[in-house]
């Protein structure tokens, strides 16, 4: 967009930089006579009445919260997001302990008033957390976040929609193990109710571990159909017929794990070591970049048990070091590893864009 453009009563100044959803611009509003910022979704965004609808749902959620730690939303003109226009610099350190303190306060406090309205922010990170000239720490680009309020039933088929469907593996009359989704009714969150399992594929081998990605769109699993286990990831749901599966691992991977935080994917190699591929998608195009070996030492694999896995913060990970062997060779000393600066070692050793 250029400047002078106008969306609604709202004129374009200039552009500030990319949100969650799509590109942010300074505007003014012609009405009011303030500045405002306006965060510009996709075309094919914007285009789609279903996934529209929905957004607009979740916006008049999320316009609803007036805190002081939180940029306010004011509406949506036009497919854009019309948002308070917050003065300051991003979150940056190091800074003085009291400071440190004071600005966990303000965002503890903003995080804590959305989600006593049921929405859950989902993108908090320091591009995200602004502090004003005064010090004022304001929560922004909640775009992404995800209102968990006046959702629908779902059973059947319908479940797909939302995401609210499990993935598991069983074996086959005629195939090895296959993967299946379960759809679920979460309607009564304490009880939730399974539909009808659906078979999502099966080969003559054994397909197994299956994961869905954080969005839902992708589903990551474990395959011995070559002869030898690998990690792959399919398109959901229509890699059900076979489109679009993409080879993560190299020499062989099983137990995939999806990164919360990053656009990253683990599994374990068959010696044992947790590796990690960062991945770039390109419309429904699923693109690994090259493994990286994450853990100095390997884990204990044990049957068909996840070795390891991350919190749901997606900022810890705990992990089965595999047992020292003693000079008898006796294995002794099984410990257990525990990451609690995950994501700071997930940004050091995954670098930004995530190349091949």
Same mark, same amino acid.
């Given at each position: 967009?250029?400047? @002078?453009?106008?969306?609604?009563?709202?004129?374009?100044?200039?552009?500030?930089?990319?949100?969650?959803?799509?590109?942010?611009?300074?505007?003014?509003?012609?009405?009011?006579?303030?500045?405002?910022?306006?965060?510009?979704?996709?075309?094919?965004?914007?285009?789609?009445?279903?996934?529209?609808?929905?957004? @607009?749902?979740?916006?008049?959620?999320?316009?609803?919260?007036?805190?002081?730690?939180?940029?306010?939303?004011?509406?949506?003109?036009?497919?854009?997001?019309?948002?308070?226009?917050?003065?300051?610099?991003?979150?940056?350190?190091?800074?003085?302990?009291?400071?440190?303190?004071?600005?966990?306060?303000?965002?503890?406090?903003?995080? @804590?008033?959305?989600?006593?309205?049921?929405?859950?922010?989902?993108?908090?990170?320091?591009?995200?957390?602004?502090?004003?000239?005064?010090?004022?720490?304001?929560?922004?680009?909640?775009?992404?976040?995800?209102?968990?309020?006046?959702?629908?039933?779902?059973?059947?088929?319908?479940?797909?929609?939302?995401?609210?469907?499990?993935?598991?593996?069983?074996?086959?009359?005629?195939?090895?193990?296959?993967?299946?989704?379960?759809?679920?009714?979460?309607?009564?969150? @304490?009880?939730?109710?399974?539909?009808?399992?659906?078979?999502?594929?099966?080969?003559?081998?054994?397909?197994?571990?299956?994961?869905?990605?954080?969005?839902?769109?992708?589903?990551?699993?474990?395959?011995?159909?070559?002869?030898?286990?690998?990690?792959?990831?399919?398109?959901?749901?229509?890699?059900?017929?076979?489109?679009?599966?993409?080879?993560?691992?190299?020499?062989?991977?099983?137990?995939?794990?999806?990164?919360?935080?990053?656009?990253?994917?683990?599994?374990?190699?068959?010696?044992?070591?947790?590796?990690?591929?960062?991945?770039?998608?390109?419309?429904?195009?699923?693109?690994?970049?090259?493994?990286?070996?994450?853990?100095?030492?390997?884990?204990?694999?044990?049957?068909?048990?996840?070795?390891?896995?991350?919190?749901?913060?997606?900022?810890?990970?705990?992990?089965?070091?595999?047992?020292?062997?003693?000079?008898?060779?006796?294995?002794?000393?099984?410990?257990?590893?525990?990451?609690?600066?995950?994501?700071?070692?997930?940004?050091?050793?995954?670098?930004?864009?995530?190349?091949?």
């Amino acid at each position: 967009m250029s400047p @002078e453009q106008i969306i609604a009563h709202y004129r374009i100044v200039s552009k500030l930089g990319e949100g969650g959803m799509g590109a942010v611009y300074r505007a003014t509003d012609t009405k009011l006579g303030r500045d405002v910022a306006i965060e510009v979704l996709p075309e094919a965004f914007a285009q789609d009445a279903g996934r529209m609808a929905r957004f @607009e749902r979740e916006a008049q959620v999320l316009a609803s919260l007036n805190h002081p730690n939180i940029a306010q939303i004011y509406g949506i003109e036009q497919g854009a997001l019309i948002m308070e226009l917050v003065e300051g610099a991003d979150l940056a350190g190091p800074v003085p302990l009291e400071t440190a303190i004071e600005y966990a306060r303000q965002i503890a406090a903003g995080l @804590e008033a959305a989600h006593e309205k049921g929405i859950v922010h989902r993108d908090l990170k320091p591009a995200n957390i602004k502090v004003t000239p005064d010090r004022v720490v304001k929560l922004l680009d909640f775009g992404l976040a995800k209102a968990q309020e006046d959702e629908p039933a779902n059973t059947g088929k319908n479940a797909r929609a939302t995401g609210r469907r499990l993935a598991f593996h069983q074996s086959g009359a005629n195939t090895g193990r296959d993967l299946w989704i379960l759809p679920l009714d979460t309607t009564d969150a @304490e009880h939730p109710r399974a539909g009808t399992p659906e078979l999502f594929f099966a080969t003559k081998g054994n397909d197994m571990e299956p994961a869905f990605s954080p969005d839902g769109q992708w589903l990551a699993y474990s395959s011995d159909e070559s002869g030898r286990y690998q990690v792959f990831v399919r398109p959901f749901p229509e890699g059900a017929k076979g489109g679009g599966q993409a080879q993560v691992s190299t020499t062989s991977g099983t137990f995939p794990v999806w990164s919360r935080t990053a656009k990253a994917i683990f599994y374990v190699a068959n010696d044992g070591h947790i590796m990690v591929v960062p991945y770039t998608i390109n419309g429904r195009n699923f693109e690994p970049g090259k493994p990286r070996q994450w853990t100095g030492s390997p884990i204990r694999m044990t049957g068909n048990v996840p070795p390891y896995d991350l919190g749901p913060d997606g900022r810890r990970l705990v992990g089965f070091p595999a047992p020292e062997v003693s000079a008898g060779g006796e294995k002794v000393n099984l410990h257990m590893t525990f990451l609690p600066n995950f994501f700071d070692e997930l940004k050091r050793r995954v670098p930004v864009g995530g190349g091949k």
